[in-house]
């Protein structure tokens, strides 16, 4: 009898571990409130679109940071490249490139750019290898990154330090722009 | 034992994501930090945890999250109590600091002005001259750097650090975080 019962112990911590494995990984692809959700409600695949609402829920982003003034585009890689560009700034900027499921695949932040200007280029293997085949002039002062995802989503984050900051960040932010690059 | 088993289960994947994991996480004394949420390394616990929460982690060259929800002493933070944050962070450009509510929403709303500072961040700070400082943290009012909460609940405080080394360095070589120190509460 015992016996009987330590096999459905076991069968029921087996069961129990199969469960949550699944859930832990099914998460990513089945949640509905995370980021590439948002973003991609907020606007159309391509457009750039300031998300820094006034307070968290404007943005549906959770643990966003006050002092963090923030705009994003969605991409998909398969129709084409992507252009993220931005005027000249002083102080701190970063971008992130984001796959769909919200793991990021690439940072940079103002000091690592070239120029400190944002001029930033996301391709996938394939159009990397045209690319390098014919580089175009405009290229020149970008950061290229490969990436072999599809869609994806790039965030650029500016710091505010106080309010005599905003009117610079709201124009950084309004400057920057998500453009489609054909290779 | 089905339904057992897929209590358990689901309980447990549930809890291994709400509560601040070991799985990925560095601690420095009561804080916190993922350094892998920014990287494409990410462990599955750390995806499950951005993507059921809408945050939107730092990559590693824009900086790296810490958070605390508990004091030196080991009891939970709490919005009536009052704080005091000394020490220093490791080497950033830039840092700020907010406590969040249980929900993930801040302590300020948008009726808020801006005359009362429920954030800080490291411009804003003042310093002693070997470059540490000292924030009082807590309801009650207080000369220097002053971080006001209000209502009452556990919280959790998060430190940003932008554009520093230790988000990219596998080893942190300068560990160092602000101590919290509570110096009472009412009774």
Redesign the interface.
């Known amino acids: 009898m015992s016996l009987r019962y330590l096999y459905?112990l076991m069968?029921?911590?087996?069961?129990?571990?199969?469960?949550?494995i699944?859930?832990?990984?099914l998460?990513?692809n089945y949640?509905s409130?995370?980021?590439w959700n948002?973003i991609s409600k907020k606007s159309d695949m391509w457009i750039f679109s300031n998300l820094s609402g006034?307070?968290?829920?404007a943005t549906?982003?959770?643990?966003?940071?006050?002092?963090?003034k923030?705009g994003a585009c969605t991409f998909n890689l398969d129709e084409a490249g992507l252009r993220l560009v931005g005027g000249k700034t002083t102080g701190?900027w970063?971008?992130?490139?984001?796959?769909q499921?919200?793991?990021?695949?690439?940072?940079?932040?103002n000091?690592?750019a070239i120029n400190n200007k944002l001029n930033l280029i996301v391709l996938n293997p394939i159009q990397m290898i045209t690319l390098r085949d014919s580089p175009a002039e405009e290229i020149e002062h970008a950061v290229i990154i490969e990436a072999d995802i599809g869609k994806g989503f790039v965030?650029l984050?500016k710091?505010q330090?106080?309010?005599s900051e905003k009117d610079e960040v709201d124009s950084f932010l309004s400057k920057a722009k998500c453009m489609k690059i054909e290779i | 034992?089905?339904a057992?088993?897929?209590t358990?289960?689901?309980t447990?994947?549930?809890y291994?994501?709400q509560r601040s994991h070991g799985i990925g996480a560095i601690n420095i004394g009561v804080w916190t930090a993922w350094p892998y949420?920014?990287?494409?390394q990410?462990d599955?616990?750390t995806?499950?945890r951005?993507?059921?929460?809408?945050?939107?982690?730092?990559?590693?060259?824009?900086?790296l999250a810490f958070e605390a929800t508990r004091d030196d002493d080991g009891a939970f933070l709490k919005l009536e109590c009052n704080y005091i944050l000394e020490g220093n962070t490791p080497k950033a450009?830039?840092w700020?600091l907010?406590p969040?509510r249980q929900d993930?929403?801040?302590i300020?709303?948008?009726k808020d002005n801006?005359l009362i500072s429920y954030?800080t961040?490291s411009?804003?700070l003042l310093r002693y001259a070997d470059g540490t400082f000292q924030i009082a943290l807590g309801p009650i009012p207080s000369p220097g750097n002053w971080l006001a909460t209000r209502g009452n609940g556990v919280y959790r405080l998060?430190l940003?650090l932008?554009?520093t080394p230790i988000a990219s360095n596998t080893g942190i070589a300068d560990p160092i975080m602000p101590k919290i120190i509570n110096i009472g509460c009412p009774q």
């Open positions: 459905m069968c029921g911590l087996i069961l129990a571990g199969i469960v949550h699944s859930v832990i990984l998460i990513p949640g409130r995370d980021a948002i006034s307070a968290d829920r549906g982003l959770e643990n966003t940071d006050p002092y963090i923030m701190f970063s971008v992130s490139v984001f796959d499921g919200g793991s990021v695949i690439y940072s940079l932040n000091n690592t965030v984050r710091f330090r106080d309010i | 034992m089905l057992v088993g897929v358990v289960g689901a447990s994947a549930w291994s994501i949420s920014g990287a494409n990410a599955p616990y995806l499950a951005i993507t059921s929460d809408s945050t939107l982690p730092l990559g590693a060259a824009e900086g450009k830039l700020s907010t969040y993930g929403k801040s300020q709303t948008e801006n954030h961040n411009t804003r998060v940003r932008y554009d």
